[in-house]
């Protein structure tokens, strides 16, 4: 019966609640709270960017080898045309070579692709830097939101005390009054 009892006291002091922040505080942490989503959101974008260029940069490695192997076959086949000059040899250098500017536009396309990307990261980067700074601002307002309560809290607090030392009075000053009507 006694811890019932002890539970109860304890369930009201934890009812007893701090003073509710103002609405300008609170907007002002909903304001934090969402531009740090905005930040993570950016560097989210940019981290996708980096992972899609370092993709693409695999890609153009494969085709220069690809095109390496298609430069030394052209070559292989333009010698043997040379020796020996004939119809089909020269169709297979023409035809070799067909294979080897396809694969170099192929690779121009590649790297122009991945020149864009770069580009998107660049934005992306940009787009942080400038969500970053509006954070920052955002904290700082919150701060100064905070600060703001509390020294309203604590004027508060010290025109109460004022309030309860006004009605405070001394037991001398009462024996004083109580000795003059006598």
Known sequence: AASDVYKRQAKKAAAVKAPALPKSVTNAEAKVKLQGKAVAQAEKKVTQSQTK????????D???AKLSKLRA????????????PTA????????????????RLKLQDIRAEAKLIRAEIQAAKKVV??????????????????????????KKAKAEQKKIEQKAVSYTH???HETRHD
Do not use: F, S, W
Request: charged share 45%.
């Open 73 to 84: 076959d052209v070559a292989a086949k333009r010698e043997k045309a040379q020796k020996t």
């Open 129 to 154: 830097a400038r969500e970053v700074k509006k954070m920052r601002t955002a904290e700082r307002n919150l701060k100064a939101k905070l600060r703001d309560h509390e020294r309203k809290l604590a």
């Open 88 to 103: 089909a040899a020269k169709r297979a250098v023409d035809t070799a070579r067909g294979r080897m500017n396809t694969g």
């Open 62 to 64: 494969a085709e220069n």
């Open 53 to 60: 260029l370092d993709k693409h940069r695999a890609k153009i």
């Open 174 to 176: 009462l024996r004083a």
